[in-house]
C-alpha cells in the first residue's frame, strides 16, 4: 500500500512538474470581480425583478390574507361559532397549503432563471478570457481565486473586463 501511494504521489508530482514546465506564459483573472462589475448584471437584476414582479406581488396579498385570517381565529376563535371556527380554520388551512406550494414554485423558478442568466454572463466572461488570452499569448489562465501566490503571472482581469463591456 504504501508503494502505491508513494508511486501516486510521485506520479502528480511529477505531471505537475511537466505541467509547469510545459507552460511559458501564465496569466490570472478574477472572473468574480469581473462578473461584479459587469453591466450585463445591473440589466439582468432588473428584468429578473420585472419578469417575477407579478408573482411576488400575488404572494405578498397572498400572505397578508393570511396573517389576516390567522390573527382573526387567533383573536375570535374562542367566541365564534363552532361552525364559523372550523369553516375559518379550514380556510386558513387550505390557503396555507396554496400560498406554500406557489412560494416554492416562485422560489424555483427565480432560482432556475437567475442561474441560467448568470450562466450566460459566465459564458460571455469565459469567452472574454479566451479570446483575450489568445490575442496576447497565454499559454494557461488560472481564476486568481483559485491561486494562493503566482510570482510570473500576468493579471488580466482588466483587458477581460474591457473585452466584456
Known sequence: MKKWLYAA???LALATSAVAQAADKIAVVNVSSIFQQSPQRAVLAKQLENEFKGRATEL???ERDLQTKMQRLQRDGSTMKA???SSLEKSVMAQRETFSTK???FEQDNRRRQTEE?????SRIQDAVKSVASKE???VVIDANAVAYA???KDITADVLKHVK
Not at 448568470?118 to 459566465?122: D, F, G, P, S
Request: proline letters at 0%; aromatic letters at 4%.
Open 9 to 11: 504521489g510521485l506520479g
Open 137 to 139: 499569448g497565454y499559454d
Open 151 to 153: 510570482t510570473n503571472a
Open 103 to 105: 412560494a416554492q414554485a
Open 60 to 62: 405578498q396579498s397572498m
Open 83 to 85: 361552525s364559523e371556527r
Open 118 to 122: 448568470r450562466n450566460k454572463i459566465l
